[in-house]
């Protein structure tokens, strides 16, 4: 060993006789640092000196948090954030279908928190939320330097508490002091249209998205559709794996999506259908983001479809979650997906093959979107 690398290993050995990580999982933190010895002396150096010069005593375990928790933010990646054990815990329910909250998916929009969709029938939904709204402030705190998953951690609470929401559209600003409930997500819902046409909407992708969906397609095959309309308006997303579902009912044998990671390796999911069975449009705008956009995109670049509505949100990027010990875990952005054609959609979103305005139906009871759908398949069921 050179006198240098005996010199660093002699500090390192010095620090930690003076300060005992508490946690296995800290250890392994900051090994996997050793490469930049200079940093983990320092980094632990500053704990030490707020443990034995700060004015109050603080916890070993929240000095810690701080740190793991100020990497994950200095990437700069909305989608990357550690979660203490409440954010955690509230994550993997949702993904279960079933949380307290009011109803609102979220999403960092030119690093403004921005509503992607308020979920049907729910409390955001009811009071008028719309996709595009920005979040300013959240029971008066500033949302400006706000994480995206503290903000939807502070968004939720137990059944019957309130909380207020301050809104940004256009140029208007108001409050809205929304009642939490039990927000109890179905994916999938459908029915038969005139002259046979199909319609299913999808609200999200949870664990159990993809096998209603095929429930409520073989329901809807059982009745004599001719032809099919997929809403993904508004549907922010969710599980991968449940959109590769989804699709594998639409698009023929072949790719639906390929994962990439930084160092090129690449996971590409399969479709295993034989042959599309049905002319489809799919309904997208600028809320459909992330699975929403994984099932828009496989349709598109296969011609399975045609996209109508208008440009989607623009999240192409894949999340892990990495538990760590305490019951807190890290959510961390280790891919970009790609289309079949190779398109990356990430920050750019993808342009609907006919372009209609969302028409406020929601508001005006209206649906132009859905009517021109309609008119598209309807004209390909005889061809």
């Avoid at 990497?71 to 979660?83: C, K, Q, T």
């Avoid at 993809?210 to 559709?225: R, V, W």
């Avoid at 991968?240 to 594998?248: D, F, H, I, R, T």
């Avoid at 989607?312 to 997906?337: C, E, H, P, W």
């Amino acid at each position: 060993m050179s006198n240098r690398n005996k010199l660093i290993a002699g500090a390192i050995a010095l620090v930690l006789a003076t300060f005992v990580l508490t946690s296995v999982g800290y250890f392994y933190l900051l090994q996997s640092w050793s490469g930049d010895a200079a940093g983990t002396i320092r980094l632990i150096g500053v704990v030490q000196l707020i443990k034995s010069r700060y004015v109050e005593n603080v916890p070993v375990e929240t000095l810690m948090n701080g740190a793991i928790k100020g990497a994950v933010n200095s990437l700069g990646d909305p989608h990357s954030v550690y979660m203490d054990p409440k954010m955690y815990k509230e994550f993997m329910i949702e993904t279960k279908g079933s949380f307290g909250g009011v109803g609102i998916m979220l999403g960092v929009k030119d690093k403004v928190l921005t509503v992607i969709s308020p979920i049907e029938g729910t409390p955001s939904d009811k009071a008028g939320i719309k996709s595009g709204d920005q979040i300013v402030k959240i029971d008066s705190q500033e949302t400006k330097d706000m994480v995206l998953d503290e903000a939807v951690n502070k968004i939720r609470g137990p059944e019957g508490t309130q909380v207020v929401l301050t809104i940004r559209r256009n140029q208007d600003t108001r409050d809205y002091a929304l009642m939490r409930s039990n927000i109890q997500i179905k994916t999938v819902s459908g029915k038969m249209l005139t002259n046979q046409i199909g319609y299913i909407r999808l609200s999200m992708f949870n664990e159990n998205t993809g096998d209603d969906f095929a429930n409520k397609y073989q329901e809807l095959e059982s009745q004599g559709m001719k032809a099919m309309i997929l809403d993904l308006r508004d549907d922010p997303g969710g599980l991968l794996e449940e959109s590769v579902k989804v699709a594998g009912k639409l698009i023929p044998k072949g790719p639906v999506v390929s994962v990439v990671q930084r160092d090129g390796q690449r996971d590409t999911q399969y479709s295993d259908l034989e042959k599309v069975k049905y002319p489809l449009v799919v309904l997208v705008n600028g809320g459909s983001a992330s699975a929403s956009e994984i099932v828009a995109g496989a349709v598109q670049d296969t011609k399975s479809g045609v996209l109508l509505g208008t440009k989607t949100y623009g999240k192409g990027s894949v999340q892990t979650i990495m538990r760590l010990d305490g019951g807190t875990a890290i959510k961390l952005t280790i891919a970009k997906y790609y289309t079949p054609s190779g398109r990356c959609i990430n920050g750019i979103g993808i342009e609907p093959d006919y372009k209609v305005e969302d028409s406020g139906y929601k508001d005006s009871g209206r649906d132009i979107q859905l009517e021109k759908a309609m008119e598209i398949v309807a004209g390909k069921i005889h061809q």
